[in-house]
């Protein structure tokens, strides 16, 4: 007995052992679970799920029904945690487990809690994708309600308003805690598909809701105002604005507002406008136009301004017409600056012709009237020939473009317009005229010609067409085209005695002059005289009314010497002197010449002592005359006519030592100092005086001359004649080649005179080449060097005029002299040179005109190369010389301005600038009128700076470069004094119309995108996307 109780209590004690293991397991399992369970209330789910997972593992052994209730938990709050905390398994997990237990209810669990999760976390398309997948049947009202509100509510959030309609739709009638959220979030459907209607019925219903009544107004506003039931609209919406708790207050009395203006009642619309503007700091375009012109129709134009300007970035209709009413705006308040600035950015915009064409037209009148020529002028030529305007725009050009300083902008302008009118074709002919003079006054004659005669082709004012034949004659007069100088002249006299107020340097006085001097170029010395004659008398009768400086002075003083040179050359000796004694007894210019030219007619009078007398005192009171050492030649040759020797050599030699390098006449000097020596018995002074002379670049018939001289004292008195062919070996070689050098010469001399100048050349060069000591040395160099600068080969031209020059005085030094700097500055740009050779020029100029030239040139030149105080030396000698023009005088101002600029020295700048400005009209002073208002700018003067920025755009308009530079300073200008409007159009503008210098182009577009980023901080002017109150909800709770 005992031995079978044994293995049944054996039994029994193992069943209790292996069943008290499962207690403790399940017991241990537990724990771990409602562990985990409190971790993961407290949101600890990482380490929640792994107490889950403990749990889960310990009873995977275990069969009990608990136990199996208790691993399915785990199980589910595995995946649960695993959701929560976003692990790649996440999902996975809730699925396998729906998978694994449905049907059973806790399938349906796993799947609304995941789903409850992703709703609750705003994870609406994952919330989609599990409510959607929760079954419904067999579900209570309430859970269906639940999921089905929920599952809708996610569709709707996503837009997805069909299927969000159906799921609401499916409960809408169940009268529970989601009947009134159903029927709101379905109206809302209704609301954004448009179905109005629809959206109005759901919203009635949920007017009872005392949740969702003060949602209703705003989207039943809305609705009215979608649909233009304005007055349904204000009469609904007013008296709820009145009420406590309706939402989106501002929003309807915005409607509210926009009602009214809608139907023109802007006086009732601006009230409820405005509420909304002063509880939003950033608008719309249409919210601000709205306003703004609500604002402009009641007349309160300060407060249309405000608003208004804001849209001045926008490009788009409503942007148009906002900058058209805010241009009427400034213009209604005397604000026109800024009116053009708008009717500007109207313009710019193509979005309604009509606007667009009369912003255009406002824009060009008000650019003219604020002296901004060129801007009118660009705007006139967009209106097309069928615009109203048309006409009206044909007239305010004809008037800008005579006061425009771009005639070239201009005469394009007008041949591209078709259909032009009789005023504008007048003004086409005087364009066309003050083109050519702008062209001549820069001395570009060719140019100057081809204007004056395009004026001629319409001739309908008669002052014009005079004053074209007038600057046409004084070309054909400076291109030595005499006769046709002659023609055009005397139909300009023919024309002016019928015409008043002509210009003093155009007139009936310097016509006359001009035509005294073509008749004297052809030496008909009596048709000269009565011009020249007519020429001072005029002057003389008319000199209180004559403003020209150079007139009054230069033109009367040599129209006089030149009357009594063509009375001298008719040996009309004694009226002669009249005219010279004007000329010294008034100090005109050139009145050394008068003094040399009477001590000539003393001489040819036979009054010798009064010729003496008079030669002596042009060399002891005027030394440093152009005629000083003609006096001193004169006077050695009349002492020595009259026999006394010893006083001929005095001046011949005091002509030497002043003049020895520096003047022509010294080799005649020498040669007559080497006859009086001969005369005198020296014949060793004679030798030296005559071997001199080929030292001094003779022409020929003075080498020949000494050559004679030599050969006779050599071989006839002193019977050397090996010393004399010793001497002529070193002079120019073998006297047999003579003959070949002067066929040689002359065959060179018969190209250049022929124009064959590329031949003349070839031919030069061999003689150069095959007598490099010829006869013909100086006249060979020269004409290459003339040949060379026709053909515009100016390097070689260069070379060989400095050969020229650096062989001292000849007859072709000072010319060589000339063109050798002329070339140098302007063609090799080698400055340092020009500077050089104009220095030299100056030192040996035989005219105070060629002087002046060279003073001129060696100050452009000084100026380059850095040369200060050389600038300022010569800028003082040129601006106080008497015979300089008003331009010179600017130039010379010019470069004293650059330098004091250059130094920060501003004071002396501005007041160097302000002459040149007074002065010149020509680009020195577009420069000087920007930098005058840079300066202003650096010293923070804007409102200076400002005036003459703005004056510029007419002052400087024939000068592109100059006007873009001001408007670009302009524009920095008015960005610093805030008006950041007008510094973007001053810009807009500019690029716009100059396409020219690229790097100013770049600068002022980096400049407008910081202006334009400026605005944009300081706009009301909300550009983010628009917000169509799509989520202003309860969030779906």
């Known amino acids: 007995m005992l ?29 771990a679970y409602k562990t985990g369970e409190l971790m993961f209330g407290q949101g600890i789910y990482g380490k ?69 999760y992703y709703y609750n976390a705003r994870q609406y ?183 208004l300007k804001d849209l001045v970035t926008v490009d788009s209709e409503i942007g148009q017409n906002a900058m058209f009413i805010l241009g009427d705006s400034y213009l209604r308040v005397n604000q026109r600056q800024y009116a053009r600035t708008a009717f500007g950015n109207a313009k710019r915009m193509p979005y309604d012709e009509d606007i667009q064409e009369d912003a255009l037209w406002n824009y060009a009148k008000l650019s003219y009237e ?53 005023q504008l074709q007048e003004t086409y002919q005087k364009v066309s005229y003050y083109r050519g003079l702008q062209l001549l006054q820069n001395g570009e004659i060719n140019g100057a010609k081809q204007y004056f005669e395009k004026s001629l082709d319409v001739s309908i004012d008669a002052r014009t067409r005079a004053l074209a034949i007038y600057w ?52 008909e010395y009596t048709a000269a005289l009565g011009f020249f004659e007519e020429a001072v008398n005029g002057i003389d009768r008319n000199r209180s009314f004559i403003r020209n400086e150079k007139v009054r002075n230069q033109v009367l003083g040599d129209a006089t010497l030149r009357a009594g040179d063509c009375l001298f050359k008719r040996n009309q000796y004694l009226r002669a002197v009249d005219y010279y ?158 003959v070949r050098d002067s066929i040689n010469f002359r065959a060179a001399e018969s190209q250049y005179e022929n124009a064959n100048y590329e031949r003349a050349i070839q031919s030069y060069t061999d003689y150069l080449r095959k007598f490099p000591r010829g006869l013909y040395i100086l006249p060979a160099t ?37 063109k050798a700097a002329l070339i140098a500055y302007n063609h090799d740009k080698d400055f340092l040179l020009a500077y050089d050779l104009y220095t030299e020029l100056e030192e040996v100029a035989q005219s105070p005109e060629q002087r002046f030239e060279a003073q001129l040139g060696a100050l452009r030149s000084a100026y380059r190369v850095g040369k200060n105080d050389a600038v300022y030396s010569l800028a003082r000698k040129v601006a106080t010389n008497p015979n300089a023009s008003q331009l010179q005088i600017a130039t010379a101002n010019f470069y004293l301005g650059k330098m004091a600029y250059d130094r920060q020295d501003y004071e002396n700048a501005l007041t160097a600038f302000n002459e040149v400005i007074r002065l010149s009209d020509n680009e020195q002073t577009a420069e000087a009128r920007y930098l005058k208002a840079y300066i202003f700018y650096l010293r923070r003067d804007l409102e200076r700076a400002q005036e003459i920025c703005i004056n510029a755009n007419k002052e400087s308009s024939g000068y592109p470069f100059w006007v873009a530079k001001s408007v670009i300073l302009l524009s920095d200008i008015l960005r610093e004094k805030g008006d950041l409007y007008n510094a973007r159009a001053a810009l807009e503008a500019l690029l716009e119309n100059y396409d020219g210098d690229q790097k100013l182009v770049s600068e002022a577009r980096e400049k407008l995108q910081t202006i334009n980023s400026l605005i944009n901080q300081s706009s009301r002017l909300n550009t983010s996307p628009e917000d169509d109150g799509f989520m202003d909800t309860d969030g779906g709770q």
Not at 146 to 165: H, P, S
């Open 472 to 523: 046409l004659g004084d070309i054909a007069h400076r291109e030595e085209a005499y006769n046709a100088s002659i023609r055009l002249l005397n139909q300009y006299l023919t024309l002016a005695k019928t015409l008043s107020n002509m210009p003093d340097e155009a007139s009936i006085f310097t016509a006359n002059y001009t035509q005294g001097y073509n008749y004297l170029k052809q030496e």
């Open 581 to 738: 004694d004007r000329a010294v007894n008034k100090q005109y210019t050139g009145f050394v010449y008068a003094l040399y030219q009477k001590a000539i007619i003393e001489g040819l009078l036979g009054r010798t002592s009064s010729k003496i007398l008079a030669l002596e005192r042009i060399e002891r009171d005027y030394p440093e005359s152009q005629y000083a050492d003609d006096a001193l030649l004169a006077l050695g040759t009349t002492y020595q006519e009259i026999g006394q020797l010893s006083k001929a050599a005095a001046p011949l030699k005091e002509l030497l030592r002043r003049y020895q390098g520096k003047s022509e006449l010294v080799t005649k000097a020498l040669i007559r100092l080497g006859l009086i020596s001969y005369n005198q018995g020296n014949l060793d002074g004679a030798i030296n005086y005559y071997k001199q002379v080929f030292s001094t670049n003779p022409d020929a018939s003075e080498s020949n001359l000494a050559m004679a001289a030599l050969e006779e004292i050599y071989v006839d008195d002193l019977g050397q004649p090996d010393a004399y062919f010793a001497f002529l070996e070193t002079v120019q070689g073998n006297v047999e080649n003579e």
């Open 782 to 818: 020269y004409h290459r060097a003339e040949s060379y600068a026709v053909l515009r080969q100016y390097s070689n031209a260069l070379e060989d005029y400095a050969t020229v020059v650096d062989k001292g005085p000849s007859p072709y030094f000072l010319k060589a002299l000339e």
């Open 48 to 116: 929640a799920r792994h107490h889950f997972e403990k749990a889960h593992r310990l009873l995977l052994p275990v069969n009990e029904p608990e136990a199996e209730l208790l691993r399915t938990k785990a199980e589910l709050n595995i995946a649960r945690a695993a959701v929560r905390t976003q692990a790649p398994d996440g999902e996975k997990l809730i699925l396998e487990f729906v998978r694994k237990y449905a049907p059973n209810t806790i399938a349906n669990q796993a799947l609304i809690e995941v789903a409850d």
């Open 370 to 422: 604020l002296k901004d020529p060129r801007e009118a002028i660009n705007a006139l030529k967009e209106l097309r020939p069928s615009s109203p305007h048309y006409i009206d725009a044909q007239e305010l050009m004809s008037e800008i473009f005579l006061s425009y300083r771009d005639y070239q902008q201009a005469m394009d302008i007008i041949e591209s317009l078709p259909n032009r009118t009789p």
């Open 3 to 31: 031995q079978r109780i044994a293995p049944i209590f054996m039994f029994l004690l193992l069943g209790w052992s292996v069943l008290a293991q499962q207690t403790a397991v399940f017991t241990e399992a537990n724990e």
């Open 125 to 307: 398309e994952k919330a989609i994708d599990f409510f959607s997948k929760v079954p419904t049947t067999g579900m209570s009202r309430e859970q269906k309600a639940e999921v089905k509100f929920k599952l809708g509510y996610a569709l709707f959030v996503e837009k997805k308003f069909t299927q969000a309609k159906a799921n609401f739709r499916s409960i809408k009638d169940l009268e529970n805690d989601y009947y009134y959220p159903t029927n709101y979030y379905l109206g809302l459907c209704y609301f954004f598909e448009g179905s109005y209607d629809a959206a109005i019925s759901q919203f009635r219903i949920v007017e009872r809701s005392r949740k969702y009544k003060p949602h209703v107004p705003y989207y039943l506003a809305q609705i009215y105002f979608a649909e233009r039931r304005f007055d349904e609209l204000i009469a609904y919406a007013e008296p709820r604005v009145k009420q406590q708790g309706v939402l989106k207050e501002t929003e309807i009395k915005q409607l509210i507002g926009q009602s009214y203006f809608e139907k023109g009642q802007y006086q009732k619309a601006l009230p409820y406008l405005q509420y909304y503007a002063e509880r939003n700091s950033r608008l719309r375009e249409e919210e601000l136009y709205q306003i703004g012109y609500t604002y402009y129709q009641v007349g309160d134009y300060q407060k249309a301004i405000q608003y």
